[in-house]
């Protein structure tokens, strides 16, 4: 996650960075006999043993009974469009990561954009019921920075268009609500294993299906289609996950509750030490079932004495590298800009958040002294 510095930083080496992530890795001698099996055997891909198993023990641990491993969440969101046929328009956020609305484009279809919600910051169900018309034949929700979206509102809008849901889990790993995990929701949910997040594989990817018939499809669709020897039933592409990456994930398996709890305790301090400064606003707490906190977004209002922009670079030539996610839009991107639905009168809540917010570190390993640098420079 290095990145280039902007002209007239002060020149800070790498380890006195603080990133907003630092991915979690479990100890290598964890992994180390699963590698040696694997030398031994040869099988480094194509439903393998430790693909078998990871994707088992996925399923298990997610309590969801149909997951198909990719080889990151944009393959498998692509997979999940084309499998669940939608065609033409598809209701989506402007406000996640570029890869939610290029899925769309590579599957052949055409995002229209809707405003989020202030508090939850994922898609408003009152502005996806006025964006609903005759030609959306989907919707793709994204579960921004792991907090749920309005799962009730938006399942009885598309049962009553007969329209499938694809959410975009990216973000989601491990999030659950007072029925269980988030990821049951939709006929597709899609997570990412990349380093990043909150489980990784390296690079990697989940598609959680609702049905057998569904996963089947993914299962073939990963795989260029081909069923056995002769048969070629779909057309499909490469997205699976190999071996390594499977044997990894089973070892991240045993973690990713620690890490998770450890970003309970980072989250809760970070509560307890902003709240006092004026200014900075945070987002309540997700309510009910299990957050996995995914990320330590603080909204920078007219009350602090800078603007985000010179926040976040004060911030960055003291070496501490806040990202302002989503900043710009996707909407905002030239590929994106010019449809109706990005025009700035649409997309009023998102702007403002677009405009406001930046994401503080985060990530499992974070330190008291290192998290007390970053209050000492929002304080200061
Ligand atoms: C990271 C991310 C993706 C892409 O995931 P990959 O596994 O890197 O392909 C898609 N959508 C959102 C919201 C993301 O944060």
Request: hydrophobic share 40%.
């Amino acid at each position: 996650m290095a990145e280039h510095r902007p002209a007239g930083e002060a020149a800070l080496s790498q380890d006195q960075q603080l990133f907003v992530t630092r991915p979690a890795l479990p100890p290598l001698n964890e992994l180390m006999p699963l590698l040696e099996d694997m030398w031994s055997s040869r099988v480094l891909s194509n439903d393998g043993k430790y693909h078998e198993i990871f994707e088992r023990e996925l399923a298990a641990y997610l309590g969801v009974p149909h997951v198909a491993l990719v080889s990151n969440a944009t393959m498998g969101l692509v997979l999940a469009l084309r499998d669940s046929r939608m065609r033409g328009k598809v209701l989506t956020t402007p406000f996640s990561f570029v890869g939610t609305s290029h899925a769309l484009a590579f599957a052949g279809l055409d995002p229209v954009f809707v405003d989020i919600d202030a508090d939850t910051l994922n898609m408003d169900p009152v502005r996806l019921e006025e964006a609903m018309d005759e030609s959306i034949t989907g919707i793709l929700p994204v579960h921004c920075f792991g907090r749920s979206c309005d799962v009730d509102s938006i399942a009885a809008l598309a049962d009553r268009r007969r329209i499938p849901v694809v959410y975009d889990a990216a973000h989601a790993f491990g999030v659950c609500d007072e029925g269980g995990s988030i990821l049951r929701h939709g006929d597709y949910a899609v997570l990412s294993f990349h380093a990043t997040k909150v489980f990784n594989t390296f690079e990697g990817g989940a598609v959680i299906c609702r049905s057998a018939e569904s996963k089947r499809s993914i299962d073939l669709l990963r795989k260029f289609g081909i069923v056995d020897e002769t048969q070629v039933e779909l057309t499909g592409l490469n997205a699976k996950l190999n071996e390594f990456q499977s044997a990894l994930g089973c070892v991240q398996l045993r973690h990713v509750d620690d890490y998770i709890l450890q970003r309970g305790r980072i989250d809760a301090r970070y509560r307890q030490l902003i709240a006092d400064i004026p200014g900075l606003r945070m987002l309540a707490p997700a309510s009910g079932g299990r957050s996995n906190h995914y990320s330590f977004p603080i909204l920078v209002e007219p009350g602090y004495p800078l603007s985000r922009d010179a926040l976040m670079h004060k911030l960055r030539t003291r070496g501490v590298v806040a990202r302002k996610y989503f900043s710009p839009l996707i909407s905002d991107l030239p590929m994106y800009r010019d449809r109706p639905s990005a025009a700035a009168h649409n997309l009023p809540v998102a702007r403002r958040i677009s405009a406001s917010i930046l994401c503080l570190p985060m990530f499992p390993d974070l330190t008291e002294q290192e998290q007390q640098r970053v209050i000492d420079l929002l304080r200061h």
